[in-house]
């Protein structure tokens, strides 16, 4: 991991590729290989044919499943999203990140503040230090039209030095009587180098409509052109693509008697 994590995520690549030489059914390499090239910003579809295969492999990784949510939240596909994090902490209860995801798919993607408020506070009743989840409470509540309580998201935010978000939400506080979730579109995909991580809203960026299909591979803001996905919801190109076709025959001519127990 010490390419990957040093952000030398071609390096990674050729090492995690050379790993599954060896061990074809690891699924850990299948998961960083998903995660650098997200980072390298490959097409979502070989991205995310990289995650079903390390789900496929152990099905009960739900760091992928929560990765894969915030792939499809990233191309406006909701309720795929939903689906994947919530399978996510349904393997792992106290998988904390799992919930954050949820909170902002209800909060941005399905415009269900209720729901958002649910699942933001469930984190910060299991662990007050996470700022995002503070921040996700307070963008929820001004949703909900609850400003005082959003107010005590920002008073906690500045207490936490976390002056960053403090400042996003004091800007949509200032600007809006009540927010607008639509004018927010479709935030970007968060997945730091290190760990999975939460789902971020990108405060008053682009909308959905306004996306450049060309610009944005994985950090998406709306949904794939049609042409480009097959029936099934992926790209067609996928099939074809020289990395998948590679991994494809280290599977065919090898076994690595891996299993997976819990």
Request: glycine share 6%; charged share 25%; net charge negative.
């Amino acid at each position: 991991l010490g390419e990957y994590n040093a952000g030398n995520y071609e390096k990674a690549v050729v090492l995690f590729e050379q790993t599954l030489e060896l061990y074809p059914d690891f699924a850990p390499s299948y998961n960083y290989l998903a995660l650098a090239h997200r980072e390298m910003q490959t097409s979502v579809d070989e991205v995310i044919w990289l995650f079903e295969q390390a789900i496929r492999i152990d099905p009960k990784y739900y760091e992928v499943y929560n990765s894969l949510g915030k792939i499809y939240y990233g191309i406006g596909e909701f309720e795929k999203a939903q689906q994947y994090c919530r399978k996510a902490v349904e393997i792992n209860p106290d998988f904390l990140s799992g919930y954050l995801s949820l909170g902002w798919i209800s909060l941005i993607g399905n415009s269900d503040p209720l729901e958002a408020i649910d699942d933001f506070s469930y984190v910060i009743k299991r662990d007050s230090r996470q700022a995002y989840a503070h921040f996700g409470l307070g963008m929820a509540y001004l949703a909900n039209n609850e400003r005082y309580k959003a107010l005590e998201m920002l008073t906690t935010l500045k207490q936490m030095k976390s002056d960053a978000l403090a400042l996003q939400l004091e800007t949509v506080m200032r600007d809006n009587n009540k927010v607008n979730l639509k004018s927010f579109g479709t935030p970007a995909i968060e997945i730091p180098r290190r760990q999975s991580s939460e789902i971020v809203s990108s405060s008053t960026s682009e909308a959905i409509n306004n996306y450049d299909p060309g610009k944005y591979m994985v950090k998406l803001r709306g949904k794939l052109p049609e042409s480009e996905l097959s029936k099934n919801g992926q790209a067609d190109s996928a099939a074809n693509s020289p990395a998948i076709e590679r991994i494809q025959a280290m599977r065919a001519n090898g076994n690595s008697g891996i299993s997976y127990k819990y």
